[in-house]
Each structure stands twice: as C-alpha cells, then as structure tokens.
C-alpha cells in the first residue's frame, strides 16, 4: 500500500524504499527464532518517526 522497492540486495537483507514522499533503508535480520526490521536514513541512522515509523508500524499490525 503505496510503498514502492526501488532497489534491493536480498542477500544482505536490506531493501531500499520509498513511501510516503520519503526515501529509506529497510532491514530485515535474524533474530533469535524472528527477525527484526529497522528502517535506516541514508546516512546509517535509524529511523523511527514520520514514513518511517509509519512503515514500521503497519509492518508490525500486519506480521503480529
């Protein structure tokens, strides 16, 4: 829903979007028996607020 994959490097996990008139890093890691999602800015510092955080939070409503 409105979130476009610009670029991806599966492998690593990592997938380059765009929502909302924004632009990002989403990171998929294992984590013990799950993984973990982060969103990152361009500059290595993850984002938790605006698009972002929004993202984030379908993500987590959607996967439980």
């Keep these: 829903e ?3 994959v610009d670029s991806s ?3 690593l996990g990592v997938y380059n ?3 909302e008139g924004a632009s ?3 990171k ?3 984590e ?3 993984s973990r999602i982060s969103t990152v800015s361009a500059a290595g510092q993850e984002l938790t607020t605006g698009a972002a ?3 984030l939070a379908q993500l ?3 996967l439980g």
């Design 2 to 4: 409105g979130v476009s």
């Design 9 to 11: 490097a599966q492998l």
């Design 17 to 19: 979007v765009s929502y």
């Design 24 to 26: 990002f890093l989403v």
């Design 28 to 30: 998929i890691a294992a």
């Design 32 to 34: 013990g028996e799950g």
């Design 53 to 55: 955080g929004k993202l």
């Design 60 to 62: 987590r409503q959607r």
